[in-house]
């Protein structure tokens, strides 16, 4: 199974921040990587796909990168709403393994 | 518009058997695989496995073999999540989501609203 690895698993800051996390996976993944925000009591929200495009209806504050083994997720301008779980998922090779997680926190 | 319904929240005993729903509409069922994702009371989320609607193939993530099966009915567009014998550890919510069959990015765009299951004796 491909394992991924989120950094940091948790950080504080303030509304307008530069927010990056980081995705590594245990293997090239090829840009089969999606990014996704989770809030309690909702359902998870795609955010990024395929590395790099921006869902329908996503702020472009939200941006992806990265390419073999690495990716980021940076949220250019941190909105009070942006508060929540961001995890990673592989698409490369099922079990299509989720990231553990990184909670922005105020 | 697209829509994964889920049904409402189990309450079962360890041992009980259980089928969970997940009722799509607003699309063309065939076109995309089902998944089912779990996520345990202050914990990420798991991947549990896929059904693939044309076909009913299935495929489960290693931790969840032999303990969930999927399956549909293609004549109301819904997909389930069945259990024969719950254990305790299976309390969780779980999720539907669909996924574009053979798409370049492959990723869920769509998702149920959950469905929370808690085995308790």
């Known amino acids: 199974d491909i394992q991924l690895t989120q950094s940091p698993s948790s950080l504080s800051a303030s509304v307008g921040d530069v927010v990056t996390i980081t995705c590594r996976a245990s293997?090239?993944?090829?840009?089969?990587l999606n990014w996704y925000q989770h809030k309690p009591g909702k359902s998870p929200r795609l955010l990024i796909f395929g590395a790099y495009g921006l869902y329908s209806g996503v702020p472009s504050r939200f941006s992806g990168s990265g390419s073999g083994a690495e990716y980021t997720l940076t949220i250019s301008s941190l909105q009070p709403e942006d508060f929540a779980t961001y995890y990673c998922?592989?698409?490369?090779?099922?079990?299509?393994?989720f990231g553990q997680g990184a909670k922005v926190e105020i | 518009e697209v829509q994964l319904v889920q049904s409402g929240a189990e309450v079962k005993k360890p041992g009980e058997s259980l089928r969970i729903s997940c009722k799509t509409s607003?699309?063309?069922?065939?076109?995309?695989?089902i998944n089912w994702v779990r996520q345990v009371p202050g914990k990420g989320l798991e991947w549990v496995g896929r059904?693939?609607?044309?076909?009913?193939?299935?495929d489960n993530s290693p931790s969840f073999e032999g303990r969930v099966t999927f399956s549909i009915d293609k004549s109301i567009s819904t997909a389930y999540l069945h259990w024969t014998s719950l254990r305790a550890s299976d309390t969780a919510l779980y999720y539907c989501?669909?996924?574009?069959?053979?798409?370049?990015?492959?990723?869920?765009?769509?998702w149920g609203q959950g469905t929370l299951v808690t085995v308790s004796s």
């Open positions: 059904i693939d609607p044309t076909d009913s193939w299935t």
């Open positions: 293997q090239n993944i090829g840009a089969n």
């Open positions: 989501a669909r996924r574009l069959r053979g798409g370049a990015a492959p990723h869920d765009d769509y």
């Open positions: 998922q592989q698409s490369f090779s099922a079990p299509w393994t």
């Open positions: 607003g699309y063309t069922f065939r076109d995309y695989w």
